[in-house]
């Protein structure tokens, strides 16, 4: 009985402090809604990490406001991402429930099923360390980036904090690293090949063609053609 009260209580004092984590970053989410593109989190690791090892490349990051974008940027991001991202609300239960089935039939986890909310959340506020508490902030913040911001306000955020390779944030930082011009110069095959990079942005992207990223790159590319 005892060591269960000290449970309870351990439980306890894990879920002030969880609300307390979250009600001091939902204070910065007034400032979200509007104004500059914030620094992420992640953006933040990186340049702590460059200053340990020069050998990394700098960061290059060069936010831009969604109405600068160009709408087959946006939509390829979509078709890659989270397609459903305008009619959920932070968790895709279909791609969720795809996830699992393919994870249950392979004996492995084959796929992720993470929305645009959830990156965004996780890139803005939390370290690119892998962990259960990690994805548990994830969780708590996802709800409350879309009770506090309007969907295109998350995407705008996400397109300019996504990581696209070593050190290159953002959809133009990643035209201009990749292509030399900047995003809304990019032919429809570029732009599939931008956002067939977000999976897996240090192993495949358009510099580094890893594993499956043509197969990938195609397949966006052909949805675009056929939605623009």
Same mark, same amino acid.
């Given at each position: 009985?005892?060591?269960?009260?000290?449970?309870?209580?351990?439980?306890?004092?894990?879920?002030?402090?969880?609300?307390?984590?979250?009600?001091?970053?939902? /204070? !910065?989410? @007034? #400032?979200?809604?509007?104004? +500059?593109?914030?620094?992420?989190? *992640?953006?933040?690791?990186?340049?702590?990490?460059? &200053?340990? #090892?020069?050998?990394?490349?700098?960061?290059?990051?060069?936010?831009?406001?969604?109405?600068?974008?160009?709408?087959?940027?946006? !939509?390829?991001?979509?078709? &890659?991402? #989270? @397609?459903?991202?305008?009619?959920?609300?932070?968790? @895709?239960?279909?791609?969720?429930?795809?996830?699992?089935?393919?994870?249950?039939?392979?004996?492995?986890?084959?796929?992720?099923?993470?929305? %645009?909310?959830? !990156?965004?959340?996780? /890139?803005? *506020?939390?370290?690119?360390?892998?962990?259960?508490?990690?994805?548990?902030?994830?969780?708590?913040?996802?709800?409350?980036?879309?009770?506090?911001?309007?969907?295109?306000? %998350?995407?705008?955020?996400?397109? /300019?904090?996504?990581? *696209? &390779?070593?050190?290159?944030?953002?959809? #133009?930082?990643?035209?201009?690293?990749?292509?030399?011009?900047?995003?809304?110069?990019?032919?429809?095959?570029?732009?599939?090949?931008?956002?067939?990079?977000?999976?897996?942005?240090?192993? &495949? /992207? +358009?510099?580094?063609?890893?594993?499956?990223? @043509?197969?990938?790159?195609?397949? %966006?590319?052909?949805?675009?053609?056929?939605?623009?």
């Amino acid at each position: 009985m005892r060591a269960l009260g000290v449970m309870v209580r351990l439980v306890l004092a894990a879920v002030v402090i969880d609300a307390a984590f979250v009600y001091l970053l939902w /204070n !910065q989410y @007034d #400032d979200l809604d509007r104004g +500059p593109i914030p620094v992420s989190e *992640f953006m933040r690791s990186y340049v702590r990490a460059q &200053g340990d #090892d020069p050998a990394l490349p700098l960061l290059r990051w060069q936010p831009l406001p969604m109405e600068h974008m160009p709408p087959q940027v946006v !939509q390829a991001v979509l078709i &890659g991402e #989270d @397609d459903r991202f305008f009619s959920h609300s932070g968790f @895709d239960l279909i791609e969720i429930r795809a996830a699992l089935t393919a994870s249950w039939e392979r004996r492995r986890l084959s796929r992720g099923a993470s929305t %645009i909310s959830q !990156q965004t959340a996780k /890139n803005l *506020f939390l370290s690119p360390e892998r962990s259960v508490l990690r994805k548990w902030h994830e969780l708590l913040l996802t709800v409350v980036l879309e009770t506090a911001l309007p969907k295109r306000r %998350i995407l705008e955020i996400y397109l /300019n904090v996504a990581e *696209f &390779g070593v050190g290159i944030y953002g959809v #133009d930082a990643a035209a201009r690293t990749y292509w030399g011009q900047p995003v809304s110069t990019l032919s429809l095959r570029q732009v599939a090949e931008l956002a067939a990079s977000l999976p897996a942005p240090r192993a &495949g /992207n +358009p510099a580094r063609r890893g594993e499956g990223f @043509d197969v990938r790159s195609s397949r %966006i590319y052909q949805r675009l053609r056929q939605r623009l």
